[in-house]
């Protein structure tokens, strides 16, 4: 597998396609960004730690049946991922209430949600991402019925599988985004799940083990993230 030129260079991670046209190499950066790039900052060792905690997730929610972009991790900072027709639909679970949903309906931190909720959000940076429903993504042709029931029943599949695993290591999975693609007419798993894109917090504590910490200036969020994934198992290289 050759790498070739880049593709998209989006706020945390760059695309590049390689000689096979249904393969990209995905690398992950040291960008962090947040409010939708506003903020903005380079963390060292952060594309080394979010690729190798991506493929450990992705790993085990394919062992749950769940059908994933990933082919293999590539080196401490690069992964190889089947190249989709991205869906512009971020799909996000709330266990627990924090973040935007507070904001908009009022909510305490800290209420737990249940049954959780299931939000959509347009993936348009220069909107802000704003909250849609169904209706608008069968309006707008953003997907059809049946990948937004897939992209449904797979993010609940996730959020199951997830909450067990981050729980056995005593965290909370608070809330997450996941996007999809199309490879083929089936609808797939795709870009990333790390701590840049849920919230976890401390099972007893509830700190704060996320990209929140980047986003309220809370600090050590690399360090936390590392954390996050030892509490999981794992062990990570750098080069
Ligand atoms: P953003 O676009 O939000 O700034 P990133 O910096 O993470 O995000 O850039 C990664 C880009 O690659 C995103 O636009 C994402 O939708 C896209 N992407 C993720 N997985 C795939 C895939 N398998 N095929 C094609 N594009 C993908
Ligand atoms: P929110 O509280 O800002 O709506 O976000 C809910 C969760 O989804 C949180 O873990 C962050 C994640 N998320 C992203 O990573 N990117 C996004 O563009 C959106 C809308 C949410
Ligand atoms: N992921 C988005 C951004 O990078 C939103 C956020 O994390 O606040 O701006």
Not at 20 to 43: I, W, Y
Not at 100 to 113: A, D, K, M, V
Not at 165 to 183: H, I, N, Y
Request: net charge negative; with cysteine.
């Amino acid at each position: 597998m050759e790498k070739r030129e880049e593709l998209y260079a989006g706020k945390a991670k760059s695309v590049y396609t390689t000689d096979d046209p249904d393969l990209l190499v995905m690398h992950f950066r040291n960008d962090t960004s947040a409010f939708d790039g506003k903020k903005r900052e380079q963390l060292d060792r952060k594309g080394a730690v979010n690729n190798q905690f991506n493929a450990f997730i992705m790993s085990k929610l394919r062992e749950a049946g769940i059908p994933t972009h990933m082919e293999r991790q590539l080196s401490v900072d690069e992964s190889l991922v089947k190249r989709l027709q991205m869906i512009p639909v971020e799909c996000v679970v709330r266990n627990i209430a924090a973040g935007s949903i507070c904001r908009r309906l009022g909510i305490q931190e800290g209420t737990e949600l249940s049954p959780p909720t299931y939000e959509l959000f347009l993936k348009d940076d220069a909107l802000g991402d704003p909250m849609i429903n169904e209706s608008h993504a069968l309006s707008f042709a953003w997907a059809t019925e049946a990948q937004l029931e897939r992209m449904k029943e797979l993010t609940f599949m996730a959020n199951d599988v997830l909450r067990k695993l981050f729980l056995d290591g005593g965290m909370l999975l608070v809330d997450f985004k996941l996007e999809f693609g199309v490879f083929h007419g089936e609808v797939l798993l795709a870009d990333e799940f790390s701590p840049d894109g849920c919230r976890l917090w401390d099972k007893e504590t509830r700190e704060k083990l996320d990209k929140d910490r980047f986003r309220q200036d809370l600090g050590n969020v690399v360090e936390s993230y590392e954390q996050v994934g030892r509490r999981l198992g794992m062990t990570f290289s750098y080069q």
